[in-house]
């Protein structure tokens, strides 16, 4: 049983919000936008169709192998799917924020490509969770410490499909 933590239409009215803001913050200027996979992707896609800027879409695999044989917090990206940067005002979208491990690493990466900006965007944060410091400049929603499921956020690869934010119930 899933219970809705952020509906549908929550969710489409602040993809709205956040379209609006990263318009006026980008001002006409064209943007690369760097999609983490796989959590991303509804929130990407929803989100793009929305700006009306010059836009270029890129991909980038993020793994973490916490919890397995290798070293724990051990973070694998895969940077061949990646355009070049340099120059370029890059936005980086991810689904959640959660200890941060993922979009620090990120950072220290990207940065080394020399983009013209960088800044990043989730549709949400977990409160009380971030363990290395990153500011995202855009925040869909702040949510409690819960595992979250649904609008690109799998269980076991399930449930990516949900058009809303839930928690699975035991
Ligand atoms: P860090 O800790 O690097 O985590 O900020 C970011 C990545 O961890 C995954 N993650 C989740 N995935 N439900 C999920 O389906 C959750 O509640 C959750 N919390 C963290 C996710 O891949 C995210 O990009």
Redesign the pocket.
């Known amino acids: 049983m899933v219970e809705v933590l952020i509906s549908a239409e929550q969710i489409q009215k602040r993809v709205d919000e956040l379209a609006r803001k990263i318009m006026a913050d980008y001002d006409h200027q064209p943007v690369t936008i760097v999609g983490?996979l796989t959590?991303s992707l509804l929130f990407l896609a929803d989100l793009m169709r929305r700006l009306e800027l010059p836009l270029r879409i890129a991909l980038i695999q993020?793994s973490?192998y916490r919890g397995t044989s290798t070293t724990a917090g051990e973070?694998h990206v895969q940077m061949d799917l990646l355009p070049d940067l340099s120059g370029r005002h890059v936005l980086v979208l991810?689904?959640?924020?959660?200890?941060?491990?993922?979009?620090a690493h990120l950072k220290v990466e990207l940065e080394a490509m020399k983009p013209a900006s960088l800044k990043f965007g989730v549709l949400l944060r977990?409160i009380g969770r971030q363990e290395l410091h990153l500011e995202p400049d855009y925040i869909g929603f702040e949510i409690p410490d819960?595992?979250?499921?649904g609008y690109g956020?799998?269980?076991n690869d399930e449930y990516r499909n949900l058009p809303y934010i839930g928690v699975l119930q035991p």
Do not use: M, R
Request: aromatic share 8%; no cysteine.
């Open positions: 983490v959590g993020a973490s973070l991810d689904d959640i924020l959660d200890t941060g491990q993922t979009l977990k819960k595992f979250v499921i956020l799998d269980y």
